[in-house]
């Protein structure tokens, strides 16, 4: 134990600021994306892919999130190297409530904003009118919607993340910044 202390203090020392909350964000070590003393060796698919992370997270944050705050790693991450994926019973147990006659594409995108962001329909919605676009959330669920659709363009196929509001919001409507 003490050898490898010794090995990763000096390293973290030496990480650029950006990198140092790695551990707590993502619930992992220098070496999952680094080779031992070969910092820029991108050889590890685990690099590649946090490079593009930063690539996006920077897009996002100067682009549509500037007027919601930035997100960070922990925002979808939260100690994990996955983001959770919304619990299929969250979403079916809202989508059991929807009134009959609404397309299964509709009750289910619904149903995954509710549980997502832990809010009713009244939150984005006026009434029975679901088309009315003057309430303040619906026009943040378009902005968001945009963002998730060019934020896969910064992977490459065939297995580039899967986006979904739950990522980042986790069932609460504001999304966590920092722990």
Not at 3 to 32: I, K, M, S, W
């Amino acid at each position: 134990m003490l050898r490898l202390l010794l090995f990763v203090l000096p390293l973290y020392a030496q990480a650029p600021a950006n990198h140092r909350n790695f551990e707590r964000d993502l619930g992992t070590q220098c070496a999952h994306c680094h080779t031992a003393d070969q910092w820029t060796d991108g050889s590890k698919p685990a690099f590649d892919r946090t490079r593009r992370m930063f690539a996006m997270a920077a897009e996002i944050n100067a682009g549509p999130l500037q007027q919601f705050g930035q997100v960070t790693c922990w925002t979808c991450h939260r100690g994990n190297a996955k983001p959770a994926r919304i619990p299929r019973v969250s979403w079916e147990a809202i989508s059991a409530e929807w009134p009959e006659g609404l397309p299964d594409d509709r009750r289910l995108a619904m149903s995954v904003y509710s549980a997502s962001l832990g809010v009713g329909c009244d939150h984005c919605h006026v009434g029975t009118d679901w088309k009315r676009e003057d309430k303040l959330p619906w026009k943040t669920a378009q902005v968001m919607v945009s963002m998730m659709g060019g934020m896969p363009k910064h992977f490459e196929a065939p297995r580039p993340p899967q986006f979904q509001c739950f990522s980042c919001h986790q069932g609460s409507l504001k999304p966590q910044r920092t722990p």
